[in-house]
Structures are given as structure tokens and as C-alpha cells.
């Protein structure tokens, strides 16, 4: 196949990653993209290293099948617990959030104190944290894992006055920290954002890990000069389909979700 004829790959636990889809629709919208969504072990988010390493193997083989140019993972679990296993395995760029991400903030924060909120697996891996200090050591990063947030984003209450408390409640420590930048370190956050505004103030510049990626990937393929006007629609699989997951995607898409694969990997 030729280079420039593949798709780009991009893996999520679960129907999260759809926001990044979105930001790269907005920035490439002549790639074709094909999308697996790990819906039937949904969510990584709280599993051990090792086994979001063995997902991810599985997850990016299933892609590789498909002839992908670029891998990407759109996880922030699976971006920091297995992104530099793949890199060694995979002979494609592979591009993960957590880079991204860091790399927007330590060049964002003006007085040097950054936020980082996520689920419990990324929080544990610090891997946001040696991001940002492998950038700059002179810059203080604060974590909270906030695992709450993942099932308000999937019950669609993005606002009101539960998500706000819960949201006052987990940052409440960390806003101490006289903070200006936090990074929205997990797929679901980016719903939550005006929940989280709302109870930062606007002087915390929310950094949207799903945006940042979408501009790596496309200098990436500028780069590589690989960029083809797509002639066949996106792909999407799932590795088990529930009309729940159906309507949740629609949600983080922006757009209906017509067709879905169910996939066993
Ligand atoms: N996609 C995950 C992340 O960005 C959130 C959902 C999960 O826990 O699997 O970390």
C-alpha cells in the first residue's frame, strides 16, 4: 500500500477518544481516520501498568492490520503507561497526549505552577509530571486524580450543581497552589470544561490535551509530507456495542455516529 494512501490510527479505552477524533477532523479533514474503541475493557483509567501495556499491544496490532501510517493514542492511561512500549515495538510514529499536552503548558504557565488532573493510573504514572520537568525542572506540577469525572461526562451532566460541588471538591486543594495552567489530562475532560472554568476563574488557562494532539499530528504528516485526500469515509470499531456507548459517542463526536464495527480484536 502506498504511505501516503493509509489512514491514520487512533485508539481509545473507550468512546472518550472521540474528542480527539473530533479536533482532527477540525485540523485534517482529507485524512481518513479509522478508530477502535475498547469499549469491552473500558475503563484503563484505574487498571495497572501491565495491563494497560497488554491492551494497548492488542489495540495497535488491530490497527497496524488495517494499514495505518500514524498511531495514535488518544488514551491519557494508555498514553502514559504504554506509549514509550510502543515507540520501541512499532516502526510508525507513534504520538501519544501526554507530550502534547505538557509541552502547551510549560510554555503557557506564567508563573511556573501547572495543574494536572486525570484519572488515577495517569496521576500514579507521573508521566505528565516528567513530561513538564523534562521541559523545564524549574516548573512545579501538581496532580489530583479526579475519577468522578469520567462517568459525569458520560451521563451527560457537563454542567449544574452536583458537577460543580464535585468539581470544587477535588480542586479545592490544588487551586491553593495559586496555579495558572492546568491540563485537562483524561479524554472526558474536555466536557467538563466549563464546569472547570467555572470553578478555576478564567485566570487558569485550561490546556486541552485532545486539541494539542490534533496540532502534533498534523505537523507530524506536514512533515513526513504524507497528507492525500481521503477517498473512503472514516472507520470506526468497538469492541462491544451497547446503544449507551452508541448515544455517549454521539455526544463526544459532536456529530451522530452512523456506522459502527464490533470488532473482537
Ligand atoms: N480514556 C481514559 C483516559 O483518557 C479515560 C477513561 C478510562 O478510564 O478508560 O485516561
Known sequence: ???????????????????????IINLLPDEKLIYLGDTARVPYGIKS???VIKYARSNAGFLLSKGIKILVVACN??????????????????IGVIEPGAKKAALSTKNGKIAVIGTPSTIRSEAYTTAINNINPELEVYSMACPLFVPLAEEGWHKGEITKQI????????????????????????????????VTGNSVLLVDSAEEIAREI???????????????????YLTDVSESFIRIAGTFLGEELNEVNLTDL
Open 167 to 198: 468539581t470544587e471538591t477535588y480542586l479545592e486543594e490544588i487551586l491553593k497552589k495559586d496555579i495558572d495552567v492546568m491540563i485537562l489530562g483524561c479524554t472526558h475532560y474536555p466536557l467538563l470544561k466549563s464546569a472547570i472554568q467555572e
Open 77 to 94: 492511561t494508555a498514553s502514559a503507561y504504554s506509549l514509550e512500549t510502543l515507540k520501541d515495538e512499532l516502526s510508525i510514529p507513534v
Open 49 to 51: 501498568k501491565d495491563t
Open 218 to 236: 498534523r505537523d507530524n504528516i506536514n512533515k513526513e509530507n504524507n497528507s492525500e485526500i481521503k477517498n473512503s469515509n472514516n472507520e470506526f
Open 1 to 23: 500500500m502506498e504511505y501516503n494512501n493509509k489512514s491514520i490510527g487512533i485508539f481509545d479505552s473507550g468512546v472518550g477518544g472521540l474528542t480527539v477524533v473530533k479536533e
